[in-house]
C-alpha cells in the first residue's frame, strides 16, 4: 500500500532564507503526488501536484517541488520565504486509478522576520 | 471554489450523545471523502462515497457511519460519540472531469469537542 512519510513536524526559517520540506513515499507503481498548505483555522488548499507530465512542478506562490524516483521523494522548497508562509504543509501520495489520497503527517512552517 | 459545505462548523457535545456532521456540495461530483484531521497524524479517512448509497471504509472508520442519499450531501454520523473523537472533520470531493488525477478540494472544516 502506497505511504507518504513527511521528514520533521516543525520547521522555522528565517524572513528570506530557503525553505526546505521534506516529503518521501512508498508506492509499488507510479504514484501521483501532492502538496497542500492550510493557513489556521482553514481547509487544505492544493499548493501543486506531480502528474509524471514533469519532475520539476510548479505550484502557487513561488513553490516548486521536484519528483526524484530514485530517492522516492517529492520535496518542497521556496527560494526565499515569506511572513506569509507560515502554515501547515502536507504530502499526499494517490496511485494511479486509486480512490483516494493518503496524507503526511504534515509540517508546520514557522518565519522567524 | 469546489462549492463545498459543511455543518456545524463548531460543535460541542457529551460523551455518549449522536452527532451528525454535513457536507453539501453544489457541483454534482461523484466522489464525496470525510477526513479527521489530529496533531501528529496528518489527515485520516474515515468514510468515502463513489456514488448516491456506494460508500467505503477508510482507515479509521470504527464508531462513524455515512449515508448519501443523494448526490450533493454526504453526511457523517458519530452514533455514539466518545472523547477520542474531539477532532477537526473535514469534508473533500474529487474532480473526476477532464484530466483529472486524483486531487481533493477540502471544505472548511468542522471543528467537534465531546467532553
Redesign the interface.
Known amino acids: 500500500a502506497q505511504s507518504v512519510t513527511?521528514l520533521g513536524?516543525h520547521v522555522s526559517v528565517s524572513e528570506g532564507a530557503l525553505v526546505l520540506l521534506r516529503c518521501n513515499y512508498s508506492s509499488s507503481v507510479p504514484p501521483?503526488l501532492?502538496w497542500y498548505v492550510q493557513y489556521p483555522?482553514?481547509?487544505?488548499?492544493?499548493l501543486l501536484?506531480y502528474?509524471s507530465a514533469a519532475t520539476l512542478v510548479k505550484g502557487i506562490n513561488g513553490f516548486e517541488a521536484e519528483f526524484k524516483k530514485s530517492e522516492t521523494s517529492f520535496h518542497l522548497t521556496k527560494p526565499s520565504a515569506h511572513m506569509s508562509d507560515a502554515a501547515e504543509y502536507?504530502c499526499a501520495v494517490?496511485v494511479?486509478g486509486?480512490?483516494?489520497?493518503?496524507?503526511?503527517?504534515?509540517t508546520r512552517l514557522t518565519i522567524n522576520p | 471554489d469546489a462549492g463545498i459545505t459543511q455543518s456545524p462548523r463548531h460543535k460541542v457535545t457529551e460523551t455518549g450523545t449522536p452527532v451528525t456532521l454535513r457536507c453539501h456540495q453544489t457541483e454534482n461530483h461523484r466522489y464525496m471523502y470525510w477526513y479527521r484531521q489530529d496533531p501528529g497524524h496528518g489527515l485520516r479517512l474515515i468514510h468515502y462515497s463513489y456514488g448516491v448509497k456506494d460508500t467505503d471504509k477508510g482507515e479509521v472508520s470504527d464508531g462513524y457511519s455515512v449515508s448519501r442519499s443523494k448526490t450533493e450531501d454526504f453526511l457523517l454520523t458519530l452514533e455514539s460519540a466518545t472523547s477520542s473523537q474531539t477532532s477537526v472533520y473535514f469534508c473533500a470531493i474529487r474532480m473526476t472531469s477532464g484530466s483529472s488525477t486524483g486531487e481533493l478540494f477540502f471544505g472548511e472544516g468542522s471543528r467537534l469537542t465531546v467532553l
Open positions: 513527511q513536524s501521483y501532492f483555522n482553514q481547509g487544505l488548499q492544493l501536484k502528474t502536507f494517490n494511479q486509486a480512490q483516494k489520497l493518503v496524507f503526511g503527517q504534515g
